[in-house]
Nanobody, 129 residues
Framework: QVQLVESGGGLVQAGGSLRLSCAAS????????MGWFRQAPGKEREFVAA????????YYADSVKGRFTISGDNAKNTVYLQMNSLKPEDTAVYYC??????????????????????WGQGTQVTVSS
């Protein structure tokens, strides 16, 4: 069983920065690919970023590439999403997710939400113009 708890959301002005954290429980957390997704009101949940279990491979949505950075700290069982140069269109609830069904997967981390089987409760990010 894996539990994920996000934190770090809040209200920020356009151009500002936030760092989201996702704290995970579970002995085998370090073997999972992890992802960040977001969902704005009236829209479907969309992929933001993902990192493989070793941290050696990361993927980003085109809309956040160059502004967001995903990273992990296995010693702390935590995944981060550093968000810089925030825009009003980044406003959404941000969720972290874990793919526990493919531990130590040597391929790239998944970007489809259906590949992830554990989800956090989400944290609100609001960017004002």
């Amino acid at each position: 069983q894996v539990q994920l708890v996000e934190s770090g959301g809040g209200l920020v002005q356009a151009g500002g920065s936030l760092r989201l954290s996702c704290a995970a429980s579970g002995r085998t957390f370090s073997s999972y690919a992890m992802g960040w997704f977001r969902q704005a009101p009236g829209k479907e949940r969309e992929f933001v970023a993902a990192i493989n279990w070793s941290g050696g491979t990361t993927y980003y949505a085109d809309s956040v590439k160059g502004r967001f950075t995903i990273s992990g700290d296995n010693a702390k069982n935590t995944v981060y999403l550093q968000m810089n140069s925030l825009k009003p269109e980044d406003t959404a609830v941000y969720y972290c997710a874990a793919d526990s069904r493919h531990p130590y997967w040597s391929g790239p981390p998944p970007i489809r939400r259906y590949a992830y089987d554990y989800w956090g409760q989400g944290t609100q990010v609001t960017v004002s113009s």
